[in-house]
């Protein structure tokens, strides 16, 4: 049968089974399954406190199932940590923007190279480290409409630009799989479809 499903493309690139995570006697996520396939773009909807970012967490690594099975091309992923889960292709932006602030936008763009480098993260931006894909980061930074921004402060960016930083810094991981939390009530990012022609084989979006 799984032959027969890649062969006809239905393989889904990633797989939960029967999730399940509490906090103390909090059920946040209780006996979910999802599959969601290659060049797809999946909507997570539910009202505050349904479990949309645990599920996300889960998925991304942040947390562990307490039960349950989830494969990401045909990999195993339970037990991984975010940062393992990370270099097989999932990233993911965060609820509550997660940027480095000090940093300009292009080094925080750079910082998404550095999980495929083995150099440490403080050597990333040195003309050895990542400082050789400045083209590629300026380049996703056009992507998300902030090529004109690359040498400002994150801090100084409005909310909406800040998330679309963090997406542009997420797809610099060579993301193949991208958690994304909703940009804001009426985003400015470009058409989502996008994200596959970077190399992005799906989308999952908490709304
Ligand atoms: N780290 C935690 N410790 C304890 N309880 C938690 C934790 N994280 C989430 N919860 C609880 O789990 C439930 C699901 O929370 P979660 O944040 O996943 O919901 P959500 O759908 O993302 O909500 P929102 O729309 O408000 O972002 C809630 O009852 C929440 O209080
Ligand atoms: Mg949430």
């Given at each position: 049968m799984d032959r027969l499903q890649k062969q006809i493309g239905m393989t889904p690139l990633l797989k939960a089974e029967k999730l399940h995570k509490s906090f103390g006697g909090v059920r946040a996520v209780y006996d979910v399954s999802i599959e969601v396939r290659e060049d797809s773009i999946c909507a997570l909807i539910g009202p505050n406190g349904a479990g949309k970012s645990t599920l996300l967490n889960l998925l991304s690594g942040v947390y562990q199932p307490d039960a349950g099975s989830l494969f990401f091309n045909r990999t195993?992923?339970?037990?991984?940590p975010a940062y393992q889960r990370a270099r097989l292709g999932i990233a993911r932006t965060f609820q509550k923007i997660r940027l480095f602030k000090q940093l300009t936008l292009l080094e925080n763009v750079l910082a998404g190279f550095h999980i495929h480098q083995d150099v440490p993260l403080w050597k990333c931006f040195l003309p050895g480290g990542v400082g050789r894909f400045r083209d590629e980061a300026m380049d996703l930074l056009s992507f998300v409409?902030?090529?004109?921004?690359?040498?400002?402060?994150?801090?100084?960016?409005s909310y909406g630009q800040q998330r679309m930083l963090e997406i542009a810094r997420a797809l610099a991981t060579r993301a193949e799989a991208l958690h994304a939390?909703?940009?804001?009530?009426?985003p400015q990012r470009p058409?989502?479809?996008s994200f596959f022609s970077r190399g992005c084989k799906t989308s999952t979006s908490e709304m």
């Open positions: 195993n992923l339970i037990g991984l409409g902030l090529g004109n921004r690359g040498k400002d402060r994150a801090g100084a960016l939390r909703r940009a804001c009530r009426r058409p989502r479809s």
